[in-house]
């Protein structure tokens, strides 16, 4: 006696054979060239939308160079860019001092002294010692502002200081010499080169162009500078106002200590 | 005599006549890179085949045809991910499977539709060794079957497609469906237990197709 027939079987075989059509192939009904048509068509059009999209996004990024070029050209990129460093900068002091759960840092995010900077003396008799840090230049500053990165020690000078060396003005800032370029050379005089007459013309300079964005940092630089090169009552006119707190606390415990030895030091 | 063609001679008349048989890699490679004749061979050799097992799966032609379209608009993309481990038929099965979901609800809620209006049913085509009582009683079993189906979850529905019906192994149909052997298995247990419940309910009480059905 054979088995009843089994319904699922018997239902699953009949829809093979009835999705699966005869033996000539598909349903009759089916119409595979206009399915075919519809898919080139769709792919065509999809294809059409990406190029679409890629133009725009082409035209997009050339109007973005284009205006970049521009603020080049009409030096407002390095304002924008230290904008944005200046923003970065600010948002990652919040984040760190939120981790910390420490205070704010007491000074303003323009001027951020992070040590001591005392220059050595410029003559041999001065027991004026100066540490002076090594602000990187603004170019490649990461917080728009000189970023002193490490305490540097001066090594003895070598010139006499005594002896008030040439100066050999630095060129002039050509017209299309930025503030930065200017403040950057400056920059690599002084603590790179350790040339400080030449550092001195281009603090100069820098500050001729009026209020720029390193200006503070610039008077302190170029008093320094004078200290250097044996100009100590310049150098003290120079350090005064950082002293009194006319830029914070901006350099001003330095200046105070670097002046109390200045007056120790002449007669 | 009038020239009586069939359907595949008129499929073999609208698309050009077939190359030489390429491999499947260099065909995927070309179809990846863009090339719409590649895109056309593919189609040619394995439509038809994708079409039958969409109708099995989904049990509705107007939603097969729907789920081929989609498949093949998708494939240039898609055939990124064809390695050459499988043949191209299998992996299209695959596509389709990644995009059945709404047509196999579309399929169902087109056969409630139909229930609803009562529509003529659509006879299949013309199979000169069965009897018209035959071909009729096959055509209610595959309804019924398709119904059943509907029931089910999507898994259990296509484990139970592509063992049962395409015949496949279970571990042809875990490594199409992106799943374990095991629990190809389990599925399809699962998914013939069910469907014998419901055919056997509906036999012992045939107004209850119309209500059951989702």
Known sequence: MSAPPDPLAQATAALRAQAGGNADGPRSDADPAATWARVIADVRQRRRRGRIAMVAAMQLLLAGLGVAAWAGTTHRLPMWVAAGERWIASVSADMRSRAAKGPRPATSPLHKPIASAAAPAPSPESSVRLQTEAPAPPVVSRTGTPTRVAVVRQRPPRRDHNVVPEVTPAPEPAATVSPDDVYRRAHQAHFGERDYARALSYWDSYLKLGVQRFTPEARYNRAIALAHLGRFAEAAMQLQPFAEGDYGTYRQAEAQALLARLRRSTP | ?214
């Open chain 2, 1 to 214: 005599m009038p020239f009586v063609g069939t359907p595949a001679m008129a499929n073999a008349l609208l698309f050009s006549p077939p190359k030489a048989a390429v491999n499947d890699v260099e065909l995927a490679r070309r179809l990846g890179a863009g090339d719409e004749s590649a895109l056309r061979e593919v189609y040619q050799r394995h439509s038809d085949d994708l079409r039958m097992f969409a109708r099995r799966l989904l049990g509705d032609a107007a939603a097969a045809e729907d789920l081929v379209h989609e498949v093949f608009v998708a494939l240039h993309k898609a055939i990124r991910r064809f390695a050459g481990e499988r043949p191209l038929r299998h992996f299209l099965m695959g596509v389709a499977l990644n995009h059945a979901r709404h047509h196999v609800r579309a399929a169902a809620r087109r056969r409630r539709h139909h229930e609803r209006l009562a529509e003529p049913a659509h006879p299949a085509s013309a199979d000169a060794s069965a009897t018209p009582e035959q071909h009729l009683e096959r055509y209610r079993l595959a309804l019924d079957l398709s119904r059943a189906l509907d029931t089910l979850p999507l898994a259990q529905r296509v484990a139970f497609t592509l063992c049962e019906v395409e015949e496949l192994s279970s571990q042809e149909a875990a490594s199409l469906a992106g799943t374990s052997d095991s629990t190809m298995r389990a599925r399809v247990f699962r998914a013939k237990r069910a469907l014998r419940e419901q055919l056997q309910a509906w036999t012992a009480n045939p107004q209850a197709r119309k209500g059951e059905a989702q």
